[in-house]
Structure formats: structure tokens, C-alpha cells
């Protein structure tokens, strides 16, 4: 019995040698067998779900049964370019495009002192001054927001303090953008949108500009550049993968949302929103398939732009 249990034992030995030996000539192989499960796991769950939820955008909705037909029809792809729908795919795209230029124009000059300009303790505080907004409920800091931005709330007595009531009249006069409060105008639906997404603009660019090495300013300054030019020139192109980088999240997390537009600014329709409301309160699945298309659509033609630009190199 011992030795028939030794004999097992180098058996076992024996297999764990030559497997090992195989996976150590055959690292593709090994890298297959690491990356097998969370592929599976990727496959199964995410992209046969949304291929699922995709396909059911073929099929018909009854509205006097107000039930799911499994007959196929084009029509609800079509309903997405009638002048409704239209209207809130570009205001959804505007309002991205807008939220994702001022998040890189608010977040490169903190990007850069913190990249440029700190060190050791006070790196770290900007660190978790910057991410500390992103560790608090994303609801949570959507209703704050209801509160500062109502009328007699915190924004409005700041606005007041800087005698600011000119200005900020004039944005609420601007037809699309403005309201009777910024509560219920789109440029503060815009500002919280800023403020919610402006970390994940901010660390991108960082992360990009550390990695620019400090010989590149010593010699474009030895070549008798101004401060103006090596920003123009040098920094500044050398920082866009991290400009493409960020926008990507600030870009694709303000196009999907339904929760801000829910609670601030004017009532208006965004596909977030719409998808929300057709699936939820109606139950029209097929039409809110169909608006989860666009999504997609936007955000892949946005990845090829910024891809070209060396987001993905910046991530």
C-alpha cells in the first residue's frame, strides 16, 4: 500500500511537471487559460444581455394590449428619426459634447499643478481632494445639487455676493439654456453635470502630464521658447491623449444618464431618460431598445475618433 501510494504521489508529480512545462514553452497558452473565465464571464452576462436587449428592439409593441409582440419590424429603429426623438438625441449630444469641453477646460490647470507643481503630502491632499467627491452617492450629490441650485439656495446667495445677478440673468434669458432659476434651466443641469464627471477628467490629464519628462521644458526653454510657445508647443499637444482619455468618460457618462436631467433643469427628454421612461413607466421595451442603440452607436464612432488621438494609450 505505501508503495502503490508513492507511486501515486510521483504520478501526481509527474503530471504537475509536464504541465507546468508545457504552460512555460507555451505562454499564449497560459495567458488563453487566465483570460478564459472573466472572458466567459464577459460573454455570458454583458454582451449576451445586451445583444439580447438589442434584438428586442426588432420586435413590436401593442398599444392597445400594451404587451411585447415577437414580430419583427424595423419601425421602432425608424421612430428614432421622427423630430421628438431626434430632438433628444442631439440635445442629449450637445449637452455631452458641452459638459465633456468644459470639464477639460476646468481640469487641465489642476491637472497640471498637481502634475507640475506638488509633491509628497500635498500631492496627496489634491489626490483625495480631487476623488473625494467620487466616494459620496452619486444620488446623494444629485439631490445637494436640487438644494444649491433652488431659488434662495447657496448658489443663488453666492451669485448675489459677487453681484453676479447681471450675468447670471443673462445666461437664464438665452433660449435652450436658461430658465426662471438655474434649477430649472439646462446650464444648471450642465454645471452638475460638470461637477459630478470633472474627476474623471482630471486624473487622466495628470497622469498625463507626469509622464512628461521635464527634459522636453528644459530644452525647449534652452532653445529660447517662450513659456507661452512651450505650452502652445509642447505640453499641450503632448497632454491631448490625456485630454482624449478623460473625455471618453465625461463623454459616454453624460450621454447615458437619467437621473440628473430627472431632477434638475427644465422637463425635456434625454435618451438616459427616454430609455428609463419607455421600459419603466410605459413598458414599450422595444423602443427603449431601439434608444439604447444610439448610445452605442455614438460612443463608437467617439472611441475611433479619440483612439487616433492616443486615448487608449492614456488609460
Do not use: C
Not at 165 to 174: E, G, N, S, T
Not at 273 to 285: E, F, P, R
Not at 297 to 304: E, G, M, N, P
Amino acid at each position: 500500500m505505501e508503495l502503490s501510494h508513492g507511486m501515486r504521489q510521483r504520478s501526481a508529480g509527474g503530471w504537475s511537471r509536464r504541465l507546468s512545462t508545457l504552460l512555460y514553452r507555451r505562454p499564449n497558452l497560459f495567458l488563453a487559460l487566465l483570460l478564459l473565465p472573466p472572458l466567459l464571464w464577459f460573454g455570458t452576462i454583458y454582451m449576451a444581455s445586451l445583444l439580447n436587449l438589442l434584438w428586442q428592439g426588432f420586435y413590436t409593441f401593442d398599444d392597445f394590449s400594451m404587451t411585447v409582440q415577437p414580430e419583427l419590424t424595423l419601425d421602432n429603429f425608424r421612430a428614432l428619426l421622427q423630430p421628438a426623438n431626434f430632438d433628444i438625441i442631439l440635445r442629449t449630444l450637445g449637452m455631452a459634447i458641452a459638459v465633456t469641453l468644459a470639464s477639460a477646460a476646468l481640469a487641465f490647470p489642476i491637472a497640471y499643478y498637481m502634475a507640475r507643481h506638488t509633491s509628497g503630502r500635498t500631492k496627496a491632499f489634491f489626490y483625495i481632494a480631487v476623488m473625494l467627491p467620487m466616494w459620496a452617492s452619486y444620488i446623494v450629490k444629485a439631490y445637494a445639487w436640487t438644494l444649491l441650485l433652488a431659488k434662495g439656495g447657496v448658489a443663488q446667495w453666492f451669485v448675489e455676493a459677487l453681484h453676479l445677478q447681471a450675468l447670471l440673468q443673462l445666461l437664464l434669458d438665452i433660449p435652450g439654456v436658461g430658465g426662471n432659476t438655474l434649477s430649472t434651466s439646462n446650464f444648471g443641469r450642465f454645471l452638475v453635470f460638470v461637477y459630478i464627471w470633472l474627476p474623471f477628467m482630471i486624473l487622466p490629464i495628470q497622469a498625463a502630464l507626469e509622464r512628461l519628462p521635464p527634459s522636453l521644458l528644459q530644452a525647449s526653454a534652452d532653445l529660447g521658447a517662450t513659456p507661452r510657445q512651450t505650452f502652445a508647443q509642447v505640453i499641450l499637444p503632448l497632454s491631448i491623449p490625456g485630454i482624449a482619455a478623460g473625455s471618453i468618460f465625461t463623454f459616454s457618462l453624460t450621454l447615458g444618464d437619467f437621473i440628473v436631467p430627472q431632477l434638475v433643469g427644465p422637463p425635456g427628454y434625454y435618451i438616459g431618460s427616454m430609455v428609463y421612461a419607455q421600459q419603466g413607466a410605459i413598458g414599450n421595451m422595444p423602443m427603449a431598445a431601439a434608444f439604447t442603440l444610439v448610445p452605442i452607436v455614438l460612443i463608437a464612432i467617439y472611441l475611433s475618433i479619440v483612439k487616433r488621438l492616443g486615448a487608449f494609450d492614456a488609460l
